[in-house]
């Protein structure tokens, strides 16, 4: 008998958005054990040699075969989370946060042949799936104590600059194929972008901290507020260790030189963000960090940055404005982000770019001039470049929160004697992404510019098993 093929995706259930804007809580609720097996059903199981979603992944998870587990052992649940997890860590070390913060849409489930006949596969909510599942029954602790006994130690050290996706995924990696492996972090907590970048609601923050318990299970040691370069030097490092991993981010903000832009109430993104997030300024006096937020908040820019700014803010009690210099089409922000953003009740005003910011008699913000655009021909990202038009408008806000993009941290790099960077800030590496001195290597948002977290975690593993093959000559 043929198989009935189920065309629509089985949705994960959501808070609903009256209830979600007034708190920082998770706002996708996840799947349950029966609701994972029927979207699991659905899956084609393409061979995995062929199958076009694993070819999407780019860390390169057996995606249709961590999936035919769940339905395998559909009668066992803790043994179907327990083989799918298995097949899932062989490639990815961090699947309850690239569950929930990977652009699937763009990789794994943009190939999905499923989606030729129906609804693509839900890939990045099983995976998320799996991985809650595990860690709510103590199931990916049993795994990594039988695995850790397997490990075989080599005497070889390895440093680990950065705590962000990057560092921690070649350190994991590093740390399975027996290296003694110590991450050296700037800020008091490790974790990077996953920390100070992305708010609870979308990543919960004990979601991290399980992850990076579990390295710890794997012998990883990681120091905070080691500032490298200051704490330590670079040279200290590179006599102690026999490689060195760079994996510094690009947390430097850009700032176009708007006038007015120095006015109090106008933030960059990554101080919102990160005294939001890192300092939890949302449960201030609980915790010691506040935040200024007036009334009517203006968020520019179009990406995923852009949408968590945006929601952060309206859950501290603002009225809040995307001001977009393209249009909707244009948006680099995920579909889900954009959609909850919309349900949430922010507002989007597209086709604008700030001409200048206008400060009253005390240098607050208190309005911002717009410049009208219309879209041109395409630039260097495929999609239509703003023109502006020479006609303004003037809309009166008390907050800014500027969402343009970052840059690699130069200040740390300039430290590195013989580093060599490009024009734009980033470490030049080359196809094992060593970097100009022997021994060091570097990747995601140090090399890359301002990237995805999965995109980070692909050059941290390239990273470890380049490293692994420069240090063992095999």
């Known amino acids: 008998m043929p198989r009935k093929i189920i065309k629509r995706r089985i949705l994960t259930p959501e808070r609903p958005p009256g209830e979600r804007v007034r708190d920082f809580e998770e706002v996708n609720l996840g799947y349950t054990f029966e609701l994972a097996v029927k979207e699991a059903e659905r899956c084609l199981?393409?061979?995995?040699?062929?199958?076009?979603?694993?070819?999407?992944?780019?860390?390169?998870?057996r995606i249709p075969e961590f999936i035919s587990k769940l339905v395998q052992y559909r009668d066992d649940p803790d043994r179907a989370v327990r083989e799918a997890l298995s097949v899932i860590w062989a490639c990815n070390s961090l699947p309850a946060i690239t569950g929930r913060v990977c652009p699937q849409e763009d990789q794994c489930e943009m190939n999905c042949?499923?989606?030729?006949?129906?609804?693509?596969?839900?890939?990045?909510?099983l995976e998320r799936f799996v991985a809650d599942y595990s860690r709510e029954n103590g199931i990916d602790i049993q795994l990594l104590e039988e695995g850790t006994r397997e490990i075989r130690r080599n005497g070889k050290k390895v440093a680990v600059i950065g705590a962000g996706p990057a560092g921690l995924t070649c350190a994991a990696e590093l740390a399975k194929l027996g290296y003694e492996v110590t991450i050296f972090e700037a800020l008091h907590k490790p974790g990077g972008v996953l920390i100070y970048g992305i708010p609870e609601f979308r990543l919960p923050k004990v979601i991290v901290e399980r992850e990076l318990e579990n390295l710890g299970r794997l012998g990883v040691k990681i120091e905070t507020n080691v500032l490298v370069g200051k704490t330590v030097t670079f040279q200290e490092l590179r006599e102690e260790y026999d490689a060195i991993f760079i994996g510094t981010g690009a947390g430097t903000p850009r700032i176009y030189p708007w006038p007015g832009v120095n006015l109090n109430g106008v933030y960059s993104?990554?101080?919102?963000?990160?005294?939001?997030?890192?300092?939890?300024?949302?449960?201030?006096?609980?915790?010691?960090?506040?935040?200024k937020i007036g009334k009517n908040v203006a968020v520019i820019g179009g990406g995923n940055t852009a949408m968590d700014a945006a929601r952060s803010a309206l859950r501290l009690g603002a009225k809040v404005w995307?001001?977009?210099?393209?249009?909707?089409?244009?948006?680099?922000?995920?579909?889900e982000e954009i959609h909850h953003a919309e349900e949430e009740g922010v507002n989007f005003m597209f086709l604008v770019s700030p001409k200048r910011f206008i400060g009253d008699e005390n240098g607050n913000l208190k309005a911002i001039e717009l410049e009208k655009m219309e879209l041109g021909e395409p630039d260097e990202s495929g999609r239509r470049r703003p023109v502006p038009t020479g006609e303004t408008v003037t809309m009166e806000f008390d907050t800014a929160i500027i969402a343009i993009g970052q840059t690699p941290n130069r200040t740390f790099l300039e430290t590195v004697p013989g580093l060599e960077i490009d024009g734009k800030g980033r470490i030049k590496v080359d196809e094992n992404l060593m970097s100009s001195i022997p021994g060091v290597f570097a990747g995601g948002d140090a090399i890359r510019g301002e990237a995805t977290v999965i995109l980070a975690m692909g050059d941290g593993k390239k990273a470890a098993r380049a490293i692994h093959k420069y240090l063992s000559g095999s």
């Open 269 to 291: 993104a990554n101080e919102f963000l990160t005294r939001v997030n890192l300092m939890k300024a949302y449960a201030f006096p609980e915790y010691d960090t506040p935040i």
């Open 322 to 335: 995307i001001l977009y210099r393209r249009t909707k089409a244009e948006m680099t922000a995920r579909e």
């Open 113 to 125: 042949v499923m989606g030729r006949v129906g609804d693509k596969i839900n890939i990045g909510k």
């Open 45 to 61: 199981n393409c061979p995995i040699d062929y199958a076009p979603c694993v070819k999407g992944c780019p860390v390169g998870i």
